[in-house]
């Protein structure tokens, strides 16, 4: 039976008393994880959360269900690398790398002797699905093994800004002409302007991220410009002097002053 999934738990040492550390440090980075996986900014909810072995059940808000796709993304992908299997074009390298640290930070301490592998579970609206995914050693390994080449250097892009997050950083969302998602990152003097542009055509310039086939993923914006459409479109223009040739066709025009500019 197909599970309508509407969250995701985190199960930290499991059996015994969390260790604190690791649980919000678990929490912060799946946080991220999220954040490079989702198309806009979320706003994710702490759906439930409980005590001894730490637990926490991350949901979309309830008003946005349909990210909980994002939630399902995190799980099966994670779950397919752990078979042997390799990520998505939806990872880009920022999101192989977060995956990596978040799997890597729940990994056994030095003198540890009870560690349980943390765990990932998908949530429905009837309870919980039946599978649980560990974040083992060997996933770990996989994930540092799978992180993609990319390379940095001054750019422009240009698309419709489509969302933007101040409260856990500054963050934005990007849609290019072709769908894609860029994720743009800013300081706090930026602000105002990117709020301003939301859901306007503009052309952001500054540090740009590219994966290995070129294509940007990430940005570091430090201007931002907003794209005006203009009114009138080249076919609107032609006819609009009709004198400009003067008593010349435009034959006779062009062959008299060719040349001249």
Known sequence: MMIIVNALELLVD????????????????????LDELSD???????????MGSAAARVAPPEDNPEEARVLELVYSSLST???????????????????HRFVERGQQMDGETDWVPPRLRLVGKTGHSGQVLDLTPELSEQLGHLQPFERKMPGSVRGELVGLNVSRGNRASLRLPNKRIVRVGFETPLRADLKNALYQHVELRGLVKQDGD????????????????????????????????????????LEANRGDA
């Open 14 to 33: 499991e059996g015994r008393q969390a260790n604190a550390g690791r649980f919000f440090q678990l929490g912060q980075d799946l946080l991220a994880l």
């Open 40 to 50: 806009v900014p979320v706003a994710w909810q702490i759906a439930d959360l409980w």
């Open 214 to 253: 070129g294509r940007i993923f990430h940005m570091r914006a430090d201007e931002v410009e907003p794209l005006v459409k203009p009114d009138v479109r080249w076919v609107d223009l032609f006819g609009i002097d009709p004198d400009f040739t003067g008593d010349l066709t435009t034959e006779r025009y």
């Open 81 to 99: 690398v752990q078979k042997g299997g390799s990520l998505s074009d939806d990872w880009s390298p920022d999101a192989v790398r977060v995956a």
